[in-house]
């Protein structure tokens, strides 16, 4: 999924655009927006047809409805993959519709419940053996640990270390 066509989505609908209007609207330069656009066209999300000369607006059409698609491929992802892959793509400006179906989604994969004040419910199945991150040995005590404390450092499935708390580190 790409943030930046995500971005043009949002903030851009069909019309007329100068090429540094859209170029504003992904945060980059006119040359990198120039190929995005062309790459996107080819893919089959828009149509756009730049403008010629100076003064001349350029075109832009969408052919398929970003945030729909993005939110169906969301979905799938928040149930196969972890939720550490897909947190940079929740932060995303969803749509109050979509942002809730993700809500719910986690909530029914996690078996968390947000009501409607501030409190966090979390159903349990077994009890806990403990809630002390160093005491933590079975799978139930450590998942609830994982999700209240943080960590310093993560390390990810290729052994990479990446830090979580910790912004710099000298290995």
């Given at each position: 999924m790409d943030a930046?066509?995500?971005?043009l989505?949002?903030t851009?609908?069909?019309?007329?655009?100068s090429?540094?209007?859209?170029?504003?609207a992904?945060?980059?330069?006119?040359?990198?927006?120039?190929?995005?656009?062309?790459k996107?066209?080819?893919?089959g999300?828009?149509?756009?047809?730049?403008?010629?000369?100076r003064g001349?607006?350029?075109?832009?059409v969408w052919?398929?409805?970003?945030?729909?698609?993005?939110?169906?491929?969301m979905?799938?992802?928040?149930?196969?993959?972890?939720i550490?892959?897909?947190t940079?793509?929740l932060?995303?400006?969803?749509s109050p519709?979509?942002a809730?179906?993700?809500?719910?989604q986690?909530?029914?994969?996690?078996?968390?419940?947000?009501?409607?004040?501030d409190?966090l419910?979390?159903?349990?199945?077994?009890?806990?053996?403990?809630?002390?991150p160093?005491?933590?040995?079975?799978?139930?005590?450590?998942?609830?640990?994982?999700?209240?404390?943080?960590r310093?450092f993560?390390i990810d499935?290729?052994?990479?270390?990446q830090?979580?708390?910790a912004?710099?580190?000298v290995?």
């Open positions: 930046y066509l995500f971005m989505w949002k851009c609908r069909n019309g007329h655009y090429i540094v209007t859209l170029a504003d992904i945060h980059l330069s006119t040359k990198q927006t120039k190929r995005y656009l062309n996107w066209q080819e893919d999300w828009m149509n756009y047809t730049s403008g010629r000369g001349n607006l350029s075109e832009l052919l398929r409805h970003v945030e729909r698609e993005y939110a169906k491929r979905l799938e992802r928040i149930d196969s993959d972890s550490e892959s897909v940079e793509e932060t995303w400006d969803w519709a979509q809730g179906r993700f809500m719910r986690l909530e029914r994969k996690f078996g968390y419940t947000q009501t409607t004040s409190a419910l979390i159903p349990r199945k077994r009890n806990f053996l403990t809630t002390h160093l005491e933590a040995a079975d799978i139930h005590s450590a998942h609830l640990v994982q999700n209240v404390f943080n310093l993560t499935v290729d052994g990479n270390i830090g979580e708390l912004h710099h580190y290995w």
